[in-house]
């Protein structure tokens, strides 16, 4: 159990929430991920490029335990992708047992805005591309692209140029 | 003249094939060695059919995982146009031949590194960064099995082996590495959640030999209806099932879920495997097991089970004490399992309660063990009968509901169990609140 870690989380499905997300476990990562490339917040997640991108299985874990006492509700999403997460009635008791910096707080309202409703490809893209600029150093746009389109293929160059020139822009916005 | 192919009997799957160039590296020390560790730790105290061993589910997945190659590799019209695009490169002749010994391989090797006893509190005895799955890339990677891999004709390259045959997952931990999608599918066939083959092969195997019927279901129509797909939300080729074989795969969640609840987290094996954690941490240098796969290699369950024998035949032996809770039987007892009603009421209840036990009993008398939460909900794409892809949780209603399994247990030393079992209602009722705290804190 570790409230530390759940503040993060719950602070991002409040924000998604009020930002009109659905709210799957996909924006949940991707989220937290820029977050740390985006406000250089020390999030206490691991993360690894994965199926779908950067991804971390710590806060899958972290998810599974708030779930179990009610801190968030996961229901499989009504149009078929997944499931929607919903802060649940035993919320307040991660915020009685860890807070977050205002910074911190006002930094992941940034992010999540510009998640919002965004669909898993969009996310997908914009933030492996994110992850190679921060964490791999790469930031000539077509080289980018094409360690992107490298990494997945289904991505094609001319997609992966846009979503890197649309996460430069909002990294340094 | 040798024999270009051999066959064992399993009692799981039947007659297991391989060829001349398997049978080297299953007569290998460090395949081998995998006879003398039991694949259940210590349950055979609970279950005592439960005597079976790494190397025959070594076989087995290397068996169970050539049939969903198979399945999805070597039936080229079951794919789509769209997948076979994706990995036509690799499905020539030559290729895929390579590719699928790559898979048998990876599942005959994948548990080659693993520790007396296997699972038995790894976290604990190895040094910080290391799993098993780590030290088995190892012994891919620089033992004799390398040089046989290499040997083949064509070689076959020993970090195709680690990639497919170490759970991406539990490698990200410590060795992070991006597979490309093709080797993400086939590390999928091996390791996968839902439907590698390990996890097939062990709920069988280990149900089989336990003796109980928990966790079975029918892998013949799962493999059957497996199929490679593209991922609906990211256009990824994944790994996916054809509606038809769904209440398979229901079976096999169910199968999983039941299984760790009844057999890998029965409350008396998890005893056990702190008594064996804690005369490890005796036993060992320094507390730990190297994770120098040469020194790793010389360890099996017979050389701690002889040090146990000795232990526990020398009342003056250091380890004596510890040797008694295990071998002869004086195992601790267990005074409180969470209940979800509980946590929902006091989410750090078995903390909080085992805090309040050793304050009252001892540290040396009383021990916890915790699991999960995991979700047995698993999220993956079913191919519909007029060929949409949804998701499982959308097809299947059982799918949707399989509880998590979660553990959360307090064991007292047999001198004060009783004892604590009494003291444990009432500290619990006191802990508890007695309205919702939630609705005195909601703003």
């Not at chain 2, 398979?248 to 495997?273: G, N, P, S, W």
Request: hydrophobic share 40%; net charge negative; charged share 30%.
């Amino acid at each position: 159990m570790n409230f530390k870690k759940q503040v993060y989380i719950l602070a991002v499905v409040e924000s998604l929430q009020a930002n009109g997300s659905w709210t799957g476990k996909t924006h949940v990562n991707k989220a937290l991920s820029l977050l740390r490339d985006y406000a250089k917040v020390d999030v206490p997640f691991n993360f690894v490029l994965y199926k779908h991108g950067p991804y971390s299985f710590d806060i899958e874990a972290e998810l599974e335990q708030m779930q179990s006492y009610g801190a968030l509700t996961v229901d499989p999403d009504a149009q078929g992708f997944g499931v929607t997460l919903q802060t649940g009635e035993m919320a307040d008791f991660v915020h009685e047992n860890a807070e977050l910096p205002a910074a911190t707080v006002k930094a992941i309202e940034n992010v999540c805005s510009f998640v919002g409703s965004r669909n898993v490809a969009e996310l997908e893209r914009l933030a492996t591309a994110s992850w190679i600029r921060t964490r791999e150093g790469i930031s000539e746009p077509k080289q980018v692209a094409k360690r992107l389109n490298r990494l997945k293929p289904h991505v094609s160059l001319e997609e992966a140029e846009q979503a890197y020139s649309e996460i430069s822009t909002w990294l340094t916005s | 003249m040798s024999k270009q192919f051999h066959e064992v009997k399993d009692g799981v799957h039947g007659f297991v094939v391989f060829d001349q160039f398997e049978k080297l590296l299953i007569d290998s020390s460090p395949m081998q060695r995998l006879r003398c560790i039991h694949q259940l730790a210590m349950s055979y105290q609970v279950y005592p059919g439960a005597v079976h061993n790494r190397f025959e589910h070594s076989l087995g997945v290397m068996e169970m995982a050539t049939r969903i190659f198979d399945r999805l590799f070597n039936q080229r019209p079951q794919l789509s146009d769209e997948v076979r695009d994706r990995i036509d490169a690799e499905l020539t002749d030559e290729r895929r031949g390579y590719w699928r010994r790559v898979v048998r391989l990876a599942g005959l090797l994948h548990d080659v590194g693993h520790l007396p006893f296997s699972h038995a509190a790894e976290k604990e005895l190895l040094p910080e960064g290391w799993n098993h799955e780590r030290i088995s890339a190892d012994v891919i990677r620089f033992s004799e099995i390398a040089d046989i891999l290499k040997s083949q004709k064509p070689p076959i390259e020993p970090e195709d082996v680690v990639d497919v045959a170490w759970d991406i997952k539990k490698r990200s931990e410590v060795e992070p590495k991006t597979l490309s999608p093709w080797t993400t599918l086939l590390n999928e066939i091996v390791c996968g959640n839902t439907f590698g083959a390990d996890r097939i092969d062990y709920l069988l195997r280990d149900s089989w030999h336990a003796g109980v019927v928990y966790g079975r279901f029918d892998p013949d129509r799962l493999v059957s209806g497996l199929t490679a797909l593209i991922d609906p939300g990211n256009g990824e080729i994944a790994l996916g099932l054809d509606i038809g074989a769904i209440h398979t795969a229901e079976a096999l969640l169910l199968a999983r879920y039941f299984m760790y609840t009844q057999v890998y987290f029965h409350d008396v094996r998890r005893a056990y495997d702190i008594h064996l954690k804690n005369f490890l941490q005796g036993w060992l240098k320094d507390g730990k097991f190297s994770a120098q796969w040469q020194e790793l290699m010389k360890l099996s369950d017979h050389e701690v089970l002889a040090a146990m024998r000795e232990a526990i035949l020398d009342d003056k032996h250091r380890l004596h004490d510890r040797a008694v809770l295990t071998l002869a039987r004086r195992h601790f007892r267990t005074i409180y399992e969470l209940v979800s009603t509980h946590k929902k009421k006091r989410p750090t209840i078995l903390n909080d309660l085992f805090d309040k036990a050793t304050e009252k009993f001892g540290a040396d008398k009383i021990a916890r063990d915790s699991y999960g939460p995991k979700s047995e909900m698993n999220d993956f794409w079913v191919k519909t009968e007029n060929g949409d892809v949804e998701s499982s949780l959308q097809v299947s209603g059982v799918i949707a509901r399989v509880p998590p399994v979660e553990i959360g247990l307090i064991f007292a030393h047999p001198d004060v169990s009783e004892e604590a079992k009494k003291w444990v209602p009432q500290t619990v009722r006191e802990l508890l609140p007695k309205k919702r705290a939630r609705k005195e804190s909601k703003k």
